[in-house]
C-alpha cells in the first residue's frame, strides 16, 4: 500500500505543556491539526519507524477516531508493530508496564489526564520513550520546533482497524496487534503486592472499600484486579465504566470532584476505605473512614512501610518528590538513610532518577504516586499499596498515618488553586514575586522569619541538565514554606496554585483543623504575592 503524501502548514502552540499537548476537542478536530503533531513525532523520533509503537488512550471523545488517525500514519512512516489496548483503552500507567514489557521504541497515550472530556472538552496526546516515561524536555522541545515547520504529513488509506477484537490485523505492511488493555499490568501488580494477604482482608468480612473509577479508564483494572484476582465484592468499584464524557464528570480525584466517595466514607457507618483515580489512571486518591491522606503524607507513609510489599521488601533506594510536595517524605528518607530529591513538577523528572537506580518510590502533591515498577505514575499501585499496608498491619488507615506523624512529625499541608486567571495577571503577579525574592531572607512575618526565598532551579543529578524557573519558593525557619507557581496542564488562562506546609513535630498538636493550622501562613502567601488585588479573586476556587 502506498503512502500518500499529504500537504499541510503549521498550527501555532503546539508545544507540549506539563503532561502533552492538550486542547480542547474542537482544536484537535480541525484538519491537520492532531496529523501535525503526530508526523512531527514520527519525523523526530526516527527509531520508530522499523519498531514499535504502543498506542491507546483513556477512552474520552475523539479517542477511537483518533486512534485510527495515527494507526494510518503510523504505518505510512513505517512503523513495523503497533500494539493497541483493545477498544482504545490503555491507562497510562498500564502503556508505561507495555513499553517496558515489550521493549517497544515509545507510546502514544490519547488523555488529557483529569481534565473534563466531551466534544466541548479536553483532548490530549503525549509521546513516551522507549523507557516508558514521559519524553524528556529535549525530545519534547524537538518535537514543538517540528511542528513550527511542517509541511507534509505521510498516511495510507486504508479501512478503520476493529479495535474490539483482540488479535492481529495488517495495515499496509504494518502488524496492528490489538491487546488485552489490563493483563500485562495486572500480572506486573500481582508480582508486586501481596495478594494472598490482601485476599485474606477482604474475605475476614470486617472491611469495605470503594473504588472510584470516575467513569474514567481504571474501571477495567480495578474490577479485574480488586474484584476478580483479589476476591473484594462485586460492586466495590463504583462508576466503573470508561465512559466518553466521563458521566458528564470532572476525572479527578480530590476531595472537591470525588464527593461521592468521599461521602461513602464518612460517619460511623462509613466504609474502611476509599480509593479513586483520575481519568487516565495515573493520580490517586486515598482516603479512610472520616479521614483523607494527603498525596505527600501517602508517599511519605508507602517510604516508611515499603518493606512490607515484596516488591520492596529488600528496602527503597532512595526517594524524590516535586518541589510544591510536603517535606514528609524528606524525613523517612532520613530515618532510613537513603538519598532524597527535590525535583520541579511533572513527573518526567523522575525517570533519569528511576533510571539511573538513585529512586525506588517518587510522588507529587498533585495525587501523583509512584515507583521504579513503570515510568508514569500509578494510581491503582498506590491503592494495591495501601491494601497491602492495611492488610499487613492490621490497622485502619487513620490508625497508621497518625502512627506516622508520631514518628516522624507532622507536615501540615495545603493547596489553593485560582483557576482560569487571566494569563497577564497572573505572569504580572509571578514576575512580582520575583522582585521582592532577594530582599526577603531575614524577613519576619508574625512568628514566621524566612530562612530562604527563590525561583526553584533543578540540576538534574544524572545528566546535568537545567530547569530554571521552576516555581517560587519562600522557606521559614523551622521547616514551613510557601510554594507559588502557575499550572503547565491548564486550557484555559492561568492557574495559580499556592502550598502551604508547616512542620509540626509535638503530637499533641497533631489534630488540629488543616485550615486552621496553616492560616497564618495563607495570609502570609496572600499578602506577599498580592492575590486579591492582583487577580480579583479574595478566595480561591479549589482548596485541597
Ligand atoms: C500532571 C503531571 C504531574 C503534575 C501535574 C500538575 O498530572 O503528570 O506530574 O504534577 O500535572 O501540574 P500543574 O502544572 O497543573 O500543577
Ligand atoms: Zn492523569
Redesign the pocket.
Known sequence: MQASVVSTAPFEGQKP???GLRKKVRVFQQPHYLENFVQAVFDTQTRLAGGTLVLGGDGRFYNREAIQIILRMAAANGVARVLVGQGGILSTPAASCIIRKYQAQGGLILSA??NPGGPDEDFGIKFNIDAGG?APEAVTDAIYERTTTIDRYLTIDADAVDLDQVGSARLGAMTVEVIDSVSDYAALMESLFDFDAIRQLFDSGSFRMAFDAMNAVTGPYAKEILERRLGAAPGTVINGEPLPDFGHGHPDPNLVHARELVELTRGPNGLDFGAAS?GDG??NMILGRDFFVTPSDSLAVLAANAHLAPGYKAGICGIAR?M?TSQAADRVAEALGVECFETP?????FGNLLDAGRITLCG?????TGSDHVR??DGLWAVLFWLNLLAVRRQSVAEIVIEHWRAFGRNYYTRHDYEAVESDAAGDLVDHLRILLPDLPGKRFGNHTVAYADDFSYTDPVDGSVSARQGIRIGFEGGSRIVM??????TQGA?L?VYIEQYEPDPARHEQPVQEALAPLILIARELAQIEARTGRAEPDVIT
Open positions: 505543556g506539563t503532561s489526564s483529569h514521559p483520575d495515573d493520580r516535586s510544591p513538577t511533572g513527573w518526567k523528572f507529587e502533591e498533585s495525587f501523583g508514569e505514575k507557581r502557575l499550572s503547565g496542564t491548564g492557574t496554585r
